[in-house]
């Protein structure tokens, strides 16, 4: 491969290649959470990036014609100021004019620096730049197991299937058997396939920290259309289904959140139409709203770890886990442990919903027990989202940053808040559903739930994006104030499964010093004996009739 920052190169991939190409290299220059910033209302920013606790801001400045005026370092004085940088940099494949290296010299004069990496800086950096990013994660033991029944599955019978919580690592286990091909058949050409545009943007990201940089590595989506397509291309469904139509064999396919596969659609038109690829899947929750299991195609789970056995090895951070209930009408209790009702009729009679001026008074409360809080909320709508934030920032100086962060927020300013949020500048982010896939947040330490989901799958990814180890980081505090019987099922399995020796009692230590507990101790016990026998019901629709086992006698 020619070196990505060669300025031949560079001058052929045009303005978004070069932005692209400072992307792949910051991460080899041992900088940490790089993010295009690159649009309208950038503030003279394309990239920003962390190194050493430092923010840092980057200006792309592409060029055919060998030089570029001062324009681009007017940019790069207003992102200095905007994002509180405390380095700055512009970068182009050519060399700055007169002008421009004129108006640099009179802002250095006045304290303003702005370092300059041109096409000769750029194409040294590519030379001498590590192979391998710095921060490359290297296998614990159980992924390298995880590693090694993926590749032996592949080689076997052609296909895989790894089943990962959220935060286990799952793209970590996916990128070293893509490395590990790479390292035995250099010129195979590798096919990484998610459902999202945004999904595979950050998977092309996940993986170079496992690749060399003589892999080159690029994304297909519909509205990005590379040229070539040697080494790895991330693709969404469609893209990679019309890649395949026009002649492309890969020779190595990765689904991402394989549960997305089913028995008909792209999916499998794609998996079919490459039948002589080897194979595998990977995914955190193996759960799907219809009958199909993903299993008929890639065959038996090569490796398995849930949430709840990464808990108990050490593999995720512990939790403390507090259910809110507070308000539960225990004479209904007692109703309805008489008589049939459907799921949506138990959670209107039987919860009294927290208000979120409540909420927020327990959040304080817990918030001020955490060394360096990072925090979201997950809340019911975008509008809720927004309150919340506006709500939180009102409430408490230290919550004078929130900000909410959904689907409705442009893609440049989630950016923006993610690098806010790593850097501890904008403390807590209220959300509906952003961090369900993707998206990875390992300093978040609290996380509360005001939202009412009946996806088992949703509950995990959601929970999981706290639970990721990192340096200085001992638990997650999740709070809990989801009024519905399915979450409290999903919470009484969950502790069951972390409880050492007899899963079926509930007052043994759980492992690691993990807690999931009631905020009233016997609301707990009560509604596990209430519920215990009802199959299902975490998964169970609104209109299901449940009928439970009298317990009048408890409650009375």
Excluded at 37 to 49: P, T
Excluded at 94 to 120: F, P, Y
Excluded at 146 to 162: H, K, S
Excluded at 379 to 393: D, S, V
């Amino acid at each position: 491969m020619t070196n990505f920052l060669d300025s031949r190169k560079l001058l052929a991939d045009g303005p978004r290649g070069l932005t692209h190409a400072l992307e792949r290299a910051l991460w080899h220059l041992g900088f940490v959470d790089v993010r295009v910033v690159d649009g309208r209302d950038d503030g003279g920013a394309d990239l920003l990036a962390v190194r050493n606790g430092q923010q840092w801001v980057v200006q792309s400045k592409w060029t055919s014609r060998g030089t570029i005026d001062r324009v681009g370092i007017d940019d790069c004085e207003r992102a200095k100021t905007r994002y509180e940088a405390d380095k700055c940099v512009l970068a182009t494949n050519g060399a700055l004019s007169r002008g421009a290296e004129s108006r640099r010299k009179i802002l250095d004069d006045v304290g303003i620096k702005i370092d300059v990496w041109n096409g000769k800086t750029l194409a040294s950096i590519g030379e001498r730049m590590s192979t391998d990013v710095p921060s490359r994660l290297r296998p614990r033991k159980y992924q390298k197991r995880a590693i090694t029944r993926l590749r032996e599955d592949l080689a076997q019978r052609q296909r895989a299937l790894l089943v990962l919580a959220t935060g286990l690592g799952k793209t970590m286990v996916g990128g070293e058997v893509i490395r590990q091909h790479l390292d035995e058949h250099p010129h195979d050409r590798i096919l990484v396939v998610a459902h999202m545009r945004e999904l595979v943007e950050q998977l092309e990201r996940s993986l170079w920290r496992h690749l060399p940089k003589t892999v080159s590595t690029q994304v297909l989506t519909s509205e990005r259309k590379p040229t070539a397509f040697d080494g790895v291309t991330c693709a969404t469904i469609d893209s990679a289904l019309g890649l395949v139509a026009d002649g492309y064999k890969p020779n190595l396919i990765m689904i991402d959140e394989t549960h997305h596969v089913g028995a008909a659609g792209m999916y499998q038109m794609l998996l079919e139409a490459c039948a002589g690829a080897l194979q595998f899947g990977v995914t955190a929750t193996p759960w799907r709203g219809d009958k199909f299991d993903i299993e008929d195609h890639f065959g038996a789970a090569s490796f398995t770890m849930g949430i709840e056995e990464g808990m108990r090895e050490g593999h995720l951070v512990k939790v403390d886990y507090r259910l809110f209930v507070d308000d539960l009408d225990w004479d209904f209790v007692a109703a309805a442990s008489r008589q049939g009702h459907t799921i949506r009729e138990l959670n209107s009679k039987l919860f009294l919903p927290q208000r979120d001026e409540v909420v927020i008074d327990y959040l304080r409360e817990a918030w001020r027990g955490i060394h360096e809080p990072r925090g979201i909320v997950f809340c019911q709508t975008i509008e809720h989202a927004e309150r919340m934030a506006e709500l939180l920032a009102s409430s408490d100086p230290a919550w004078a940053r929130a900000a909410a962060l959904h689907s409705g927020v442009p893609k440049q300013h989630r950016q923006i808040l993610l690098n806010s949020f790593r850097l501890g500048r904008v403390p807590i982010l209220t959300t509906v559903d952003v961090f369900n896939e993707g998206v990875d947040v390992p300093d978040v330490n609290i996380i509360a739930f005001l939202r009412v989901t009946h996806s088992r799958r949703i509950f995990v990814q959601q929970l999981g994006r706290g639970l990721r180890l990192r340096d200085g980081k001992e638990s997650l505090l999740a709070l809990d104030f989801v009024s519905d019987i399915r979450r409290v099922a999903a919470a009484l399995r969950l502790r069951r499964s972390l409880n050492v020796g007899d899963t079926e009692t509930l007052n043994l230590p759980l492992a690691r010093g993990n807690k999931i507990e009631f905020t009233d101790a016997s609301v707990g016990s009560l509604l596990d004996q209430w519920i215990r026998d009802a199959a299902d019901l975490e998964t169970s629709a609104d209109e299901v009739h449940l009928q439970f086992p009298d317990v009048s006698a408890s409650v009375n």
